[in-house]
């Protein structure tokens, strides 16, 4: 499946009642994995969205819009259908009525979704930081460019991101872009990653 054009097909899973209407996007899925040599059992995961749009005048891209994309099922459906409403979402908001109610096989949809990301990738860039007393720490930047939907709204609480940014969560079938990163497309090709406060869930995998 790795480097080809791939269609994610869900049958059984449904968004019915979700009425933001959404149209069909391509953006690139940004992939962080950070690894610590110390205090840390596997490797911290994050997902991100940059959107890539160009001047209306000038034929080259403006500084990319990046904002967070959750692509593990760690918040209730109510959030999840929130967003896709356009209204404000709480992901880390965990209370006596948060429901999870989500559509059918949305587990399998974000494994596969995740899947696809990770064997379409394309590394971007490494970041190593070293302290005095032996912690060592490397986070690798990989880029996914795809074509599909988003559920894009405004997050609302005070966790891992500020009240007022923009999140987003997967909707519907993804394809993946061949040969979308061009020398072109530059601005987020050699984009430095060094300062980005790319921590927005605690999501760590051993594998």
């Known amino acids: 499946?790795?480097?080809?054009?791939?269609?994610?097909?869900l049958l059984l899973i449904s968004?019915?009642?979700?009425?933001?209407?959404?149209?069909?996007?391509?953006?690139?899925?940004?992939?962080?994995?950070?690894e610590r040599n110390k205090?840390?059992?596997?490797?911290?995961?994050?997902?991100?969205?940059?959107?890539?749009?160009?001047?209306?005048?000038v034929d080259e891209y403006k500084e990319p819009k990046i904002y967070?994309?959750?692509?593990?099922e760690f918040y209730g459906s109510e959030q999840l259908e929130s967003c896709c409403l356009g209204k404000v979402s709480y992901p880390y908001a965990m209370t006596t009525g948060t429901e999870f109610n989500f559509p059918e096989n949305y587990s399998e949809y974000l494994t596969e979704l995740r899947e696809l990301v990770k064997d379409n990738r394309q590394k971007i860039q490494v970041i190593k930081k070293e302290w005095k007393d032996g912690y060592k720490e490397k986070v690798t930047v990989y880029a996914t460019t795809v074509r599909g939907k988003l559920?894009?709204?405004e997050f609302g609480g005070d966790t891992y991101l500020t009240k007022g940014?923009?999140?987003?969560?997967?909707?519907?079938?993804?394809?993946?872009?061949?040969?979308?990163?061009?020398?072109?497309?530059?601005i987020l090709l050699f984009k430095d990653f060094s300062?980005?406060?790319?921590?927005n869930t605690d999501y760590r995998t051993g594998k």
């Open 68 to 72: 967070s994309l959750f692509l593990h």
């Open 15 to 34: 968004f019915s009642g979700f009425t933001q209407n959404l149209t069909e996007k391509e953006f690139v899925i940004l992939t962080f994995e950070m």
């Open 39 to 57: 205090d840390s059992h596997g490797t911290f995961i994050y997902y991100w969205v940059a959107e890539l749009k160009k001047y209306d005048k």
């Open 151 to 153: 559920c894009e709204c």
């Open 165 to 186: 940014d923009r999140i987003s969560f997967p909707k519907g079938n993804y394809e993946i872009i061949k040969n979308y990163l061009t020398s072109e497309k530059r």
């Open 1 to 9: 499946m790795k480097n080809k054009v791939i269609l994610i097909i």
């Open 195 to 199: 300062d980005f406060d790319y921590a």
